[in-house]
Nanobody
């Protein structure tokens, strides 16, 4: 069973920086992609950034140029570097993994428990 554990959330002032980390553990046959999503109060969960199996990186328009996603295969982590943060970045951030648990199985979504990021002065 795949487990995702996020860390690094907290309170940060506007214009500041924060680094989120997601530790991936467990057995899975193949990984199609890993990424970060966020959900603000009263809003739907939305994509922040993701890396596909082929190494293609996608960012939400709202974070382009400010956030950077990076995957470390040796450490089995997926990090999100958040720079120049804004109050609108306030949300619970979730780590996500898409993959096949076994050969021939359908692609499944795995989620971490989430970490709160609050941008406020």
């Amino acid at each position: 069973q795949v487990q995702l554990v996020e860390s690094g959330g907290g309170l940060v002032q506007p214009g500041g920086s924060l680094r989120l980390s997601c530790a991936v553990s467990g057995n899975i046959f193949s990984i199609d992609g890993v990424g970060w999503y966020r959900q603000a109060p009263g809003k739907q969960r939305e994509l922040v950034a993701k890396i596909t199996r082929g190494g293609v990186i996608e960012y939400a328009d709202s974070v382009k140029g400010r956030f950077t996603i990076a995957r470390d295969n040796a450490k089995d982590t997926v990090d999100l570097q958040m720079n120049s943060v804004k109050p609108g970045d306030t949300a619970v951030y979730y780590c996500n993994l898409e993959g096949q648990p076994r050969p021939g199985s359908v692609v499944a979504d795995y989620w971490g428990q989430g970490t709160q990021v609050t941008v406020s002065s």
